[in-house]
């Protein structure tokens, strides 16, 4: 059924203007930009632009046209990269931009706006612009990396060299390592070398692109690696929009600065360095402990620092009695720690007495498929695909390997309404401290499931680390599904002379409010 309704008196463009809200874009604001992810690795991927809510002014039926690195300032902007029709102006409205436009539009700091189109003959009304940054090229080109083997490794990096490579007491206070050079080297990119394990963070500020990059080591910092025989330094770099590099290839370390440690663990489960997870077989790793002068029932405390392919830290301890003087005692490390590390490391060591007497380090690689973050589930679906729009919606995340206080969880709950248009609910949770190993439940706004009706959303969250780089998870799809299953019936506004103004739920056909 039509519905004709006149139209309202001229509004106040200038009011509106002021009031218009700059647009969003979430992805860059959580990264500092779009990044090679965002555009490059899908070609068929969008990023979500949100608009809105507007306080006044904008009404039902309005068109809204997006404009991406035009000039701000030109009355004609030229073709805007996507457009839409303002549903409800109370809510915030997605607007989705190809990839293929933001590649084409290139790499700096782009000018975003949009513009609100009311009535024919009326000049459109320009929002506030945001500049977002964009940068395509990651360090190292971590894309062009050719190896399929080693994923988490970019062979296009060279491994760091240290000098000394020998280091004792005499020498601990002059070690230095340098870092070639990167492609891509820009100021603001992040360096993170990881000193068995111990990461040293430097921003790059030098100015130099082909410059290489010194750092001085601090005695503190060695001593935090530890002694051992083969310990390892690799480096990885994230860029201004959080492009990482993959790690480079490791150089190994000799480290005797305190030769009164005790013996390193012998990690039973490992050969040449590496624990293959296939050949675990779900078991767990086996740690064996003894030295001379661990005395009887000395209390005994294993460290196992594992290290995620990204560097993000995933610890597990245990403690036991000596099993005697010159005896072996014997630890087990739960095979989910030593899961959750695939394509990582882990630098093991214990702890002897209530004086703590340290022991040397050994460092393992673990070699298997990584382990990804669960999908999330919306709890009212029951195990289904299809969600009630009259309803509440719960979405719930399991935990995660490694959850902790400090983390930060960005759900993601991108609908399609039944003719088509997206919306977007982002949701951020900060993880304190109680709700380390427990899921995460995110209540969902009724409004933001009703709207749904007839539709479709897509669910997924990341997760971003109090230490090391971020985790995607799987998306899930739920149809949203009413009694009725019928389409929102269309609304046609028109002067008494039939001349066509604007229509609601149209953004399936942009020429209605871009020409």
Request: aromatic fraction near 6%; hydrophobic fraction near 40%; charge should be negative.
């Given at each position: 059924m039509l519905k004709e309704v006149k139209v309202q008196a001229e509004r106040n463009l200038d009011a509106m203007a002021a009031a218009l809200p700059p647009p969003r874009i979430y992805r860059a604001e959580q990264n500092g930009g779009i990044g090679y992810n965002d555009v490059k690795r899908d070609p068929d991927s969008r990023v979500d632009v949100v608009i809105g809510p507007f306080l006044s002014g904008v009404e039902p039926g309005d068109g809204i046209v997006l404009f991406w690195n035009q000039d701000p300032d030109d009355g004609d902007p030229g073709e805007p990269v996507a457009t839409g029709v303002v549903d409800d102006p109370g809510r915030t409205q997605v607007l989705w931009v190809d990839a293929q436009d933001i590649e084409q539009a290139g790499d700096g700091l782009i000018p975003v706006f949009y513009q609100i189109l009311t009535q024919p003959g009326d000049d459109a009304t320009a929002s506030p612009v945001l500049m977002?940054?964009?940068?395509?090229?990651?360090?190292?080109?971590?894309?062009?990396?050719?190896?399929?083997?080693?994923?988490?490794?970019?062979?296009?990096?060279?491994p760091p060299t240290i000098e000394p490579s020998l280091i004792g007491e005499d020498e601990a206070d002059n070690v230095v390592v340098t870092i070639e050079a990167w492609d891509n080297k820009e100021d603001g990119d992040q360096l993170t070398l990881r000193w068995n394990g111990q990461p040293i963070v430097r921003t790059i500020d030098d100015g130099d692109p082909s410059a290489p990059v010194v750092i001085e080591m601090a005695r503190a910092d060695l001593e935090a690696g530890g002694d051992g025989d083969a310990l390892p330094v690799n480096y990885s770099i994230r860029d201004v929009v959080n492009n990482w590099s993959l790690n480079s290839p490791s150089a190994q370390v000799e480290v005797e600065l305190d030769p009164s440690l005790l013996s390193a663990?012998?990690?039973?489960?490992?050969?040449?360095?590496?624990?293959?997870?296939?050949?675990?077989?779900?078991?767990?790793?086996?740690?064996?402990?003894?030295?001379?002068?661990?005395?009887?029932?000395?209390?005994?405390?294993?460290?196992?620092?594992?290290?995620?392919?990204?560097?993000?830290?995933?610890?597990?301890?245990?403690?036991?009695?000596?099993?005697?003087?010159?005896?072996?005692?014997?630890?087990?490390?739960?095979?989910?720690?030593?899961?959750?590390?695939?394509?990582?490391?882990?630098?093991?060591?214990?702890?002897?007495?209530?004086?703590?007497?340290?022991?040397?380090?050994?460092?393992?690689?673990?070699?298997?498929?990584?382990?990804?973050?669960?999908?999330?589930?919306?709890?009212?679906?029951?195990?289904?695909?299809?969600?009630?729009?009259?309803?509440?919606?719960?979405?719930?995340?399991?935990?995660?390997?490694?959850?902790?206080?400090?983390?930060?969880?960005?759900?993601?709950?991108?609908?399609?309404?039944?003719n088509g248009d997206p919306t977007l609910y982002p949701r951020t949770i900060p993880i304190t401290g109680p709700a380390v190993g427990n899921p995460v439940l995110i209540p969902i706004p009724e409004a933001e499931v009703e709207v749904l009706d007839g539709g479709r959303v897509e669910v997924s969250y990341q997760v971003y680390p109090i230490e090391g780089g971020p985790l995607q998870s799987p998306a899930m799809t739920y149809r949203v599904e009413g009694a009725s299953g019928l389409l929102p019936v269309p609304e046609v506004l028109h002067e008494d002379s039939g001349v066509l103004l604007r229509f609601k739920e149209s953004s399936q056909h942009p020429s209605l409010c871009c020409g």
């Open positions: 977002v940054r964009v940068k395509l090229a990651t360090p190292g080109e971590a894309h062009l990396d050719p190896e399929p083997g080693t994923p988490y490794i970019n062979d296009r990096l060279r663990p012998d990690i039973r489960d490992a050969l040449d360095g590496e624990i293959d997870l296939d050949d675990l077989g779900r078991g767990d790793v086996a740690v064996w402990v003894q030295d001379r002068a661990i005395g009887e029932s000395d209390a005994i405390t294993l460290t196992w620092a594992g290290y995620t392919p990204e560097g993000n830290l995933v610890p597990y301890s245990d403690s036991k009695l000596s099993a005697g003087v010159g005896k072996t005692t014997r630890f087990s490390v739960p095979y989910a720690a030593v899961e959750a590390i695939a394509m990582g490391y882990a630098v093991v060591s214990y702890t002897v007495g209530e004086d703590a007497r340290r022991s040397r380090r050994a460092t393992v690689r673990v070699v298997g498929e990584v382990k990804a973050l669960d999908a999330p589930v919306v709890v009212e679906a029951n195990g289904g695909g299809t969600l009630d729009p009259v309803q509440t919606a719960t979405v719930r995340i399991e935990p995660y390997t490694p959850m902790n206080a400090g983390d930060m969880v960005e759900l993601r709950w991108l609908g399609t309404k039944a």
